[in-house]
């Protein structure tokens, strides 16, 4: 079936599916219907835009994907922010509440918690001041954007339907806004991360440091960096360390914990919360087809409708040369996040270094550096709370301990330098060598950057601003330790790079990416397992001159290389003197020996596999972080897996080695844990199942993907949400996928040979379940069609013309 058919049936059987739940609701129905059509965007025609200079045609695809053709790009940025708003403004309103915390003001008390921790950054100054901060012809050009925002928005004939819904009115877009949608980037891809120091801290106060740095490893065996150089785990602490027998000297946790412990074993198969990662490589020239380059990237992120990226191509001339870009935007900023400009393609992966401090303030030193800051947030059908927030010259007040200490947040996102549009400045980048300092100085949340060029070389570096400092630490340190104060950020220059490799390729996936010196540039925290990276590592190794079809097969690979260990393990417990003891668990054995080794939605294997680590994992870390949740009673065992990703280092030694001290003391032997945990898992399957092996790993990785409003929709909210299905792929391998989280996009491309490259999107352009282009694409996404970069044959046409002409 075509891949227009495809969208065809997928399309016609959500309409019917509203619809005949819409005959229920008739009238209501059909003025949310009148409502839907109304707010569409213009896809044909002529029209007037104040401020256009010139002539722009926005041509679209099937797929609506638009290219702009602007004689300049001052013009071609008024397009863009045209094409945002008509399309996605509410999806833009959303980033710049998310930031400044005005959810609540539209959605209701059900957010003011989302509110008050976007408060403590106050970014809305931040987004001022970065304004103020840009060059003139930065600032003409982005608000150049807001102008064509406005225009846009201004051009539909009813608002958004999500304001509809939600009975609201859209503000107007104002330039500092901009800056907003790259700090809610900042919360989206950092935000979290001063939650797992707090953590930490409580760990470091209740065991003994040894057991922390056990539990809290700086790497694994499975670490795959670029420069090869491993780190030597800490070593287990032995009985006179820390034993959990003498900790619990015979006592039994308390009720309130014996609860949680037995909540932790509910079959959510959630060990960790998802990473905001993603994949990208890149191999030169000397080991492709063309000579040239190849560029591969997918970025995982939260999936909702609309996808938080959209699809452009735009150009313009400028000193008798023609710019063409293609790839995708963020709505809300004027320029191409990832994508190619002919000359050069590039990707990101998010970094996962550390960017922030936790300083204590001594109690007796806090009351003079303390200052209030009263915060009104409104709230939608509710009057509006007060909200005080505690600041210092460091940062604001994150947490008091029990003794009266402040602990104090610095973050890079608290400063106006932490976001320009610096990005821009690589539109015209003609290599690598010259675009990588165009990067460092392309300044939002910090990123891996994988570049190639027409020439064939390629490279690897960071972008946002990178603090200078000569420690990084996780830990809270005294906020006057000269050791750990950070002085400005560093210059292009000091930033790590890496440039044509002997290996001919270059990849990152979010883990340990340097050794040394240039990780305590990027930090040594909270990197995700290297378990991605190596398989990716691995497949790049042992290619011979890939296409872009071997690249989307590797952003696909579902194979578990990971978990292979755990099935050798699991099959080593249930050995025969096992299962004469448990013989229920036969179907169990047979079914894990037979594991094809794949994380396919069909496959009982993987699922057992993987469940199986899931609940020895919380068994064994409930019992040793015991002490820890009954001091603490408002933390659990999810806040260490939060912590770490790499906690199968420790994991994988305890398992091995079963050290009788720091053994649940729930559970008489590591066996008995092992056996508590393959009964319950066998159990639940036969009881919700039937039968083992009628348990799927798709029934527990189901895809779901929602619009933020369709909840407020009583009896037709599906209709603006993708139908729940089960999905290959999983974590710890290159197809990420779990329920609401995966690859954002998929593309590879060569520079200069952009008709060959691929690109995939979840959900597609629309916004607007009304569109003729609702869900395009999504199912070449899910199957993983391949499916052109480029944009195909127009198919809608529409002119922008300066505001003298008439249509």
Same mark, same amino acid.
């Given at each position: ?77 008024? +397009? ?14 959303? $980033? ?8 609540? #003001? ?30 003139? +012809? ?52 950092? @935000? ?51 034993? $959990? ?18 909540? $932790? ?5 959630? /060990? %960790? ?8 490589? #890149? ?9 040239? #380059? ?9 999936? %909702? ?76 059908? +509710? ?81 946002? +601003? ?15 330790? &000269? ?49 991605? #990276? ?19 097969? %590797? ?28 013989? &229920? ?90 056996? /508590? ?33 369709? @909840? ?64 395009? @694409? ?30």
């Amino acid at each position: 079936m075509s891949t227009k058919r495809k969208h065809s049936t997928l399309k016609k059987a959500l309409l019917l599916s509203g619809l005949s739940t819409m005959v229920v609701a008739s009238s209501t129905s059909y003025w949310l219907w009148a409502r839907l059509n109304s707010a569409l965007p213009l896809l044909n025609g002529e029209i007037t835009i104040p401020h256009v200079e010139h002539e722009v045609v926005i041509d679209r695809d099937r797929n609506g994907l638009p290219s702009i053709v602007a004689q300049t790009r001052t013009d071609a940025a008024r +397009a863009m922010g045209f094409l945002h708003a008509q399309e996605r403004f509410f999806q833009m309103d959303f $980033l710049r509440r998310k930031a400044s915390g005005e959810l609540s #003001a539209l959605f209701g008390e059900s957010f003011i918690q989302a509110d008050k921790e976007a408060r403590l950054h106050q970014f809305k100054r931040s987004a001022q001041q970065a304004y103020n901060r840009l060059d003139a +012809a930065h600032k003409t050009l982005l608000d150049a954007y807001v102008e064509g925002v406005n225009a846009g928005l201004d051009k539909l004939s009813s608002v958004p339907f999500e304001y509809t819904v939600l009975k609201a009115t859209p503000s107007p877009w104002q330039a500092e806004d901009s800056f907003l949608v790259s700090f809610a980037m900042f919360m989206e891809m950092q @935000g979290r991360d001063y939650h797992n120091a707090l953590y930490l801290n409580k760990l470091q106060q209740t065991l003994p440091q040894a057991l922390v740095d056990f539990l809290v490893p700086l790497g694994t065996s499975w670490d795959q960096p670029l420069d090869a150089q491993h780190i030597a785990s800490a070593p287990m602490p032995d009985a006179q360390v820390y034993s $959990l027998a003498q900790s619990a000297q015979g006592e039994q946790p308390g009720l309130a914990l014996q609860a949680h412990q037995q909540s $932790l074993y509910a079959l959510t198969l959630t /060990d %960790t919360p998802s990473v905001a990662g993603s994949n990208n490589w #890149a191999v030169s020239g000397e080991n492709t087809r063309s000579g040239k #380059a190849l560029v591969a990237n997918d970025m995982h992120l939260n999936l %909702t409708i609309p996808n938080i990226w959209y699809r452009i191509e735009y150009s313009w001339h400028e000193a008798a040369h023609t710019y063409k870009l293609t790839g995708i935007s963020l709505p809300g900023l004027p320029m191409l996040i990832a994508g190619s400009n002919q000359h050069i393609a590039w990707g990101f992966t998010n970094s996962m270094g550390d960017w922030s401090d936790l300083l204590r303030i001594p109690a007796k030193q806090s009351q003079a550096l303390v200052t209030q800051v009263t915060h009104q947030i409104a709230v939608k059908d +509710a009057a509006p709370i007060e909200y005080v927030v505690d600041m210092t010259p460091y940062g604001p007040v994150v947490e008091r301990e029990d003794n009266g200490d402040l602990l104090v947040l610095r973050w890079v996102a608290h400063s106006p330098e932490a976001v320009n549009l610096g990005l821009l400045a690589v539109e015209q980048a003609s290599n690598v060598a010259a675009s990588l300092p165009l990067f460092n100085n392309a300044h939002m949340t910090h990123l891996n950057v994988v570049v190639g060029d027409e020439q064939g070389n390629i490279g690897w570096t960071m972008l946002g +601003a990178l603090p200078n400092r000569t420690h990084s630490v996780w830990a809270p340190v005294a906020y006057d330790n &000269e050791q750990y104060q950070w002085s400005g950020f560093l210059d292009s220059a000091d930033y790590p790079k890496r440039v044509n490799p002997e290996s001919g390729f270059l990849f990152t996936a979010n883990a340990r990416v340097v050794s040394g010196d240039e990780l305590d540039l990027i930090g040594r925290e909270n990197y995700a397992l290297g378990a991605r #990276a190596h398989q990716i590592h691995d497949g790049l190794k042992v290619m011979h001159k890939p296409s872009e079809a071997q690249m989307l097969r %590797t952003q696909l690979d579902s194979r578990a290389i990971f978990l292979q260990r755990w099935q050798y393990l699991l099959l080593s417990i249930l050995d025969e003197a096992f299962m004469e003891k448990h013989p &229920e668990l036969a179907e169990y054995r047979e079914i894990v020996n037979n594991w094809n080794g794949k994380a396919l939605k069909g496959s009982t294997g993987y699922l057992l596999v993987r469940a199986f680590r899931t609940q020895v994992a919380r068994r064994v870390f409930a019992g040793i972080l015991q002490d820890v949740h009954e001091q603490y009673p408002e933390s659990s065992v999810f806040d260490y897996f939060s912590l770490t990703s790499q906690w199968e280092g420790p994991l994988w030694k305890l398992v091995n080695e079963q050290p009788e001290h720091l053994l649940n003391t729930q559970f008489d032997s590591w066996q008995a844990l092992y056996a /508590d945990a393959l009964t319950f898992l066998n159990s639940h399957f036969k009881n919700t199942h039937g039968a083992v092996a009628h348990a799927k790993w798709g029934d527990y990785n189901k895809v779901a993907i929602s619009n933020p409003v369709a @909840g407020r929709l009583p009896l037709i909210g599906t209709f603006f949400n993708v139908p729940e299905y089960g999905a290959d792929g999983d974590i710890n391998m290159p197809l990420v996928q779990e329920q609401g989280f995966g690859a954002s996009m998929r593309m590879g491309v060569t520079p200069g040979e952009e008709h060959k490259g691929f690109f995939h999107m979840p959900v597609g352009q629309a916004s607007n379940p009304m569109s003729p282009y609702w869900l395009a @694409g999504h199912q070449d996404w899910q199957e993983g069609v391949f499916s052109s970069f480029l944009p195909q044959e127009t198919e809608y046409s529409l002119k922008l013309l300066p505001a003298e002409r008439k249509e």
